[in-house]
């Protein structure tokens, strides 16, 4: 019974009731997303899809759609049990099966000429997917618009990303104007911003306990922009060494795919959430 309870505190609960991480089921998380890469990255290769920047770009509308679920879910709109699996970890199961599945069928319409490019076709499909999601939360919403918002987070944060786009050679990091390298940093720049907004200016909750932590430290959650930006800086420059050579590729691209996961998902949804004034 104990450790019944020990799952039903540490997981259900957090479900169940949609409240803030705890660093128990934060750690278990993070074990399962990067275990489900490497399982992810082994099938890719065995089914022989390639595996390069085209295909990280494509995958981004996915990661959006993602977060267009997770808000409709915010707002309340879905019942349950519908609703749990639009709730972390749940949904990044839901749309690893959809963006699989899309993936798994543009690839066989390609194989049997059905189509010339199945990553454009797959991107697409992600991309009406993503505005379908749009629509219905418009459709739906009860709670009022706040489309400053937009200008507040997604301007500093392209700004900042070019900034570092241009000046990267001086730097002698030119791989950051790469279209992948580009959006891991604007989505990490997007995350700590609308954090900052929503939490430190609108009154929202950050259910992360590590970012809550460092902005109880300094007292303001305006330290995150900095300190993710150092963070995903750093993170990229490893990926960069330890890909030299082309077995390590994969691998590069893969967890580059995965840092826009976390930085774009939890972007796009605070973004969204305050925007629709969720």
Do not use: Q
Not at 262 to 268: E, P, T, V
């Amino acid at each position: 019974m104990d450790l019944i309870d020990f799952i039903k505190r540490n997981y259900i609960e957090g479900i169940i009731n949609d409240t803030s991480y705890n660093h128990i089921d934060m750690i278990t998380y993070v074990i399962i997303l990067f275990a489900g890469v490497y399982a992810v990255l082994k099938l890719l290769n065995k089914l022989r899809i390639k595996i390069d920047e085209e295909f990280v770009i494509a995958t981004i509308p996915y990661i959006f759609m993602g977060s267009v679920f997770r808000v409709i879910e915010d707002a309340n709109i879905l019942n349950p049990p519908v609703k749990y699996f639009f709730i972390t970890p749940l949904i990044y199961f839901v749309i690893f099966a959809i963006c699989f599945g899309i993936l798994l069928l543009t690839r066989y319409l390609e194989k049997i000429r059905k189509i010339e490019n199945y990553l454009r076709v797959y991107a697409i499909a992600g991309v009406v997917l993503s505005l379908a999601g749009v629509v219905f939360l418009v459709y739906n919403n009860s709670y009022g618009w706040n489309l400053d918002i937009l200008v507040y987070s997604l301007v500093p944060s392209i700004v900042v990303t070019e900034f570092i786009r241009r000046v990267s050679p001086v730097i002698r990091m030119t791989y950051l104007r790469s279209r992948m390298y580009s959006f891991a940093i604007f989505s990490f720049l997007l995350d700590s911003f609308t954090t900052y907004i929503g939490v430190d200016m609108l009154g929202y909750t950050n259910k992360h306990p590590f970012s809550s932590l460092l902005a109880s430290i300094f007292g303001t959650g305006i330290v995150l922009i900095p300190l993710s930006l150092i963070l995903v800086l750093l993170i990229i420059l490893l990926l960069e060494k330890d890909s030299k050579t082309d077995e390590n590729k994969d691998e590069k691209y893969m967890l580059t795919l995965t840092l826009i996961v976390l930085g774009f998902s939890m972007g796009a949804r605070n973004l969204l959430a305050m925007v629709f004034g969720v």
